[in-house]
């Protein structure tokens, strides 16, 4: 479901904060990432997020279950499929259970 500003929740994080990793900010500089997903909302429809001097507009701002991935979307955060996304994700995070019914925020966006 994609939201309008108007009807999204409160943001629970800043978009300073939506790409931090320093692998993930190449992939978004080079183009290879234009999504990323987050346990809570970081970022408005129309939100500029500025990595290394480039701005990058925040397009569409959705909750997906984990479950409900597809390859597609893993490319999209510079994955090559939903397999390869998953177990870097859970090297990021420890103990973290990977459970398909867990609602994340999609943060798609483009080079402004």
Request: glycine share 8%; aromatic share 8%; net charge negative.
């Amino acid at each position: 479901m994609t939201y309008e500003n108007s009807n999204l929740p409160p943001k629970t994080c800043s978009i300073e904060r939506l790409v931090t990793v320093s692998e993930d900010v190449e992939k978004v500089l080079s183009g290879q990432k234009t999504a990323t997903r987050r346990n809570g909302r970081y970022a408005d429809v129309g939100e500029v997020m500025t990595l290394q001097g480039y701005d990058f507009v925040v397009k569409r701002v959705y909750v997906q279950e984990l479950g409900e991935l597809t390859d597609e979307d893993a490319k999209q955060e510079g994955y090559g499929n939903v397999t390869d996304y998953k177990e870097a994700i859970l090297a990021m995070h420890p103990g973290m259970p990977w459970v398909p019914k867990m609602k994340v925020w999609v943060h798609e966006f483009a080079r402004a």
